[in-house]
Structures are given as structure tokens and as C-alpha cells.
């Protein structure tokens, strides 16, 4: 007999959720059955379109829209807060709010503030917010069932890393050290939260889709 497909019944939280891989993730939580979602961006035009987009695939679906820069502690520990006020917990979190390496150019014609710009966000972003999920979900019981058979655990945790966090190229020295980071921290994790019930994994990708370009208002801040 096949197994019976597992729906997504606990509360998501996705990062970078305007557009790009955090839109399309959002898409995919809902058809997988998850109603109670905690998006979050910079762009609150952005946000309130894809609400809009989610409630159209699912009437049921309840959306908490936060917008928060991810390399700010303090947005990040709001962002949980207003989630769980929300929705009273959060069992699924996808790390995803991204910048692109601007400009594309060798390390010997970087500047200090581009390569600290794209650390703020894809590394130290993804470990503020990873950390606050952590913190929210070891205080949860383990009542999320992954698949069939399987032992109830807390939450499962999803960082965005890319590509080049495991191949070389010329002029991307920022964004590849940020990425190759990402998949450290995951890793590290993947080790210290099991025993847990958390679940920390990395997904990298390539793609067409464009992240934040101009990454003022995002570290503008910091």
C-alpha cells in the first residue's frame, strides 16, 4: 500500500517572501495543505499581493504579513513575536530573504561596504533568524508529524544558501562566502537540534529569479 500523503498542518514562517523562491515556497506550502503562514519582507506592496495570491489558492489560508529587515536583530525577534501572537507557534520556517552581490567584480576591486552589505543579509540575516526559530521551537512540544510512522518532532528548518556556496566562480566573493556560511550553520545545527526534534537543513539553488538588487532599505540600519 502506498503511503497516505502527509499535509502541511502547522504554521510556516518564510523570509524574503515578496518574490522569487519565497513567493514560489509560499505557493508550495499551501498546496501542500498549510493555511497559517507568517510572510515576511521589506517590500510590503510585495507581501500584501502575495497574501492576496495565497487566499485565492486557499480560501482557509490566514496570513500574518511582517515586514522586517533580517539583519537587524530586533525586526527579527519581532517577526517571531508577531507570528506566534499570530498563530500561537511555528513548526516550519524557510530562511530565504536574499541580496545579490553588487557589483559583480574580483576581490582586489571590492569594497568593504558591498562585502559587508551582502553579509548582513545572507549570513548574518539567515542566523538571527535562525537563531529566534530555534528559540520559539524548544519551547514548543513535539506535536508536528513530518510523515507517516515517523516520531513527533518540534519544527524543521529550511536556510537558503545557493550554488555558489559549492562551486567557484570569479567575481562573487561576498555572496559565495555568505552562501558558504549558510551551509555551515546548517550543518552545525542539523547536529545540535536533532537530539531536539528540530529539523535544520540547506537548499541551494540556481536561478533566473532576481533577489534584492538594491539592498539599501535593507541594511540601511545596520
Request: aromatic share 4%; net charge neutral.
Amino acid at each position: 500500500m502506498a503511503p497516505t500523503p502527509h499535509r502541511m498542518t502547522g504554521v510556516a514562517l518564510i523570509t524574503g517572501a515578496a518574490s522569487g523562491i519565497g513567493r514560489a515556497t509560499a505557493h508550495t506550502f499551501v498546496s501542500e495543505g498549510c493555511t497559517r503562514l507568517i510572510i515576511c519582507d521589506v517590500n510590503a506592496s510585495g507581501l500584501k499581493v502575495v497574501a492576496e495570491e495565497l487566499k485565492n489558492l486557499d480560501a482557509d489560508v490566514q496570513t500574518c504579513l511582517v515586514i522586517a529587515n533580517v539583519a537587524v536583530e530586533e525586526d527579527v525577534n519581532r517577526m517571531i513575536e508577531e507570528g506566534v501572537k499570530a498563530f500561537g507557534a511555528i513548526h516550519y520556517a524557510v530562511n530565504n530573504a536574499g541580496v545579490s552581490s553588487k557589483p559583480r567584480v574580483r576581490t582586489d576591486q571590492l569594497e568593504v561596504k558591498s562585502f559587508d552589505d551582502v553579509m548582513a543579509v545572507n549570513l548574518r540575516g539567515v542566523w538571527l533568524c535562525e537563531r529566534a526559530e530555534l528559540r520559539q521551537m524548544l519551547k514548543q512540544e513535539k506535536t508536528l508529524t513530518m510523515r507517516t510512522g515517523a516520531p513527533a518532532q518540534r519544527g524543521a528548518i529550511v536556510n537558503i544558501s545557493s550554488i555558489f556556496g559549492k562551486i567557484s566562480h570569479s567575481n562573487v566573493g561576498g555572496y559565495a562566502a555568505a552562501k558558504t556560511g549558510v551551509l555551515g550553520i546548517s550543518r552545525t545545527d542539523a547536529v545540535a537540534y536533532g537530539k531536539d526534534g528540530i529539523r535544520v537543513n540547506s537548499a541551494s539553488f540556481i536561478t533566473g529569479e532576481e533577489l534584492v538588487v538594491d539592498g539599501g532599505s535593507i541594511i540601511a540600519s545596520h
